[in-house]
C-alpha cells in the first residue's frame, strides 16, 4: 500500500516556466488537496478536491491550477513560475471531511531561479 | 496575527526528559486538534489526533486540549534521539470545506543523547 504518491521530489524551473506536480493515492480517499511549506509558517492550503470533477481554492490559490479527473490523481499545475513559489509542496488525502484523517505525501522540492 | 500560534524553538533537552510542546490558536470554531510528527525532507506524519476539549494518551504521548483557554499541548515522555523531528499542530473547525487544516509553524524538537 503506497498510501500518497508524489512526483517529482527535487525540480529546479526557471522563471516563467509551467510544470506539472503529481500525485497519486491508493486509498480510494474523496478528499484531495496541496499545501505548501514555507519556513516559519507551517503548511497552508493552496487547493482541494472533495471528489472527481470538483475542486475549490484554498488560502494561497494564486499562480496554480489543479484538477480531479478520477480519484485517484490530482495533479497541481504551476502556469508561470515565479521565485515566490519556491517551497515545499505536499500533496494529502482523507477519506472524507468532518476530522477525518489527512494523510501527508513525502513532498515536492521545487526551486524557481 | 496568525490563527495559530507556535513556538519555533529549537528545543533542545536531553534523552530521557519530559518534553512539552504547545500550541495557541484564535478561532473558537476549531473542534479537530491533531499533532504532526515531521522528520527532515520527510512528509507530515500523524502522530496524535483529539477531538474536541480534553487529554489523550498513547505510549509516551499525551495530548491536551483546553478550549476554554484556546491552548493545546503535547507531551513527550522519556523522550529519545528518535523524538527528534519537527512538531506541527493542525486544526480544523466541523463541515469545514475540504477538511482543511490550519498549522502552527512547527517546533524543532533535538534530544541529546
Known amino acids: 500500500n503506497a498510501g500518497v504518491t508524489q512526483t517529482p521530489k527535487f525540480q529546479v524551473l526557471k522563471t516563467g516556466q509551467s510544470m506539472t506536480l503529481q500525485c497519486a493515492q491508493d486509498?480510494?480517499?474523496?478528499?484531495m488537496s496541496w499545501y505548501r511549506q514555507d519556513p516559519g509558517m507551517g503548511l497552508r492550503l493552496i487547493h482541494y478536491s472533495v471528489g472527481a470533477g470538483i475542486t475549490d481554492q484554498g488560502e494561497v490559490p494564486n499562480g496554480y491550477n489543479v484538477s480531479r479527473s478520477t480519484t485517484e490523481d490530482f495533479p497541481l499545475r504551476l502556469l508561470s513560475a515565479a521565485p515566490s513559489q519556491t517551497s515545499v509542496y505536499f500533496c494529502?488525502?482523507?477519506?472524507?471531511?468532518?476530522?477525518?484523517?489527512?494523510?501527508f505525501g513525502e513532498g515536492s522540492w521545487l526551486t524557481v531561479v | 496575527q496568525k490563527e495559530v500560534e507556535q513556538d519555533p524553538g529549537p528545543l533542545s533537552v536531553p534523552e530521557g526528559a519530559i518534553v512539552s510542546l504547545n500550541c495557541t490558536y484564535s478561532?473558537?470554531?476549531?473542534?479537530?486538534f491533531m499533532w504532526y510528527r515531521q522528520y527532515s525532507r520527510k512528509g507530515p506524519e500523524l502522530l496524535m489526533y483529539?477531538?474536541?476539549?480534553g487529554n489523550k494518551e498513547d505510549g509516551r504521548f499525551t495530548a491536551q486540549v483546553d478550549k476554554s483557554s484556546k491552548y493545546i499541548s503535547l507531551f513527550i515522555r522519556d523522550s529519545q534521539p528518535s523524538d527528534s523531528a519537527t512538531y506541527l499542530c493542525a486544526m480544523s473547525a466541523a463541515g469545514n470545506a475540504g477538511n482543511m487544516l490550519t498549522f502552527g509553524g512547527g517546533t524543532r524538537l533535538m534530544v541529546k543523547p
Open positions: 478561532n473558537s470554531a476549531f473542534q479537530y
Open positions: 483529539t477531538y474536541s476539549s
Open positions: 494529502a488525502s482523507s477519506l472524507g471531511g468532518g476530522g477525518n484523517t489527512i494523510y
Open positions: 486509498m480510494n480517499h474523496e478528499y
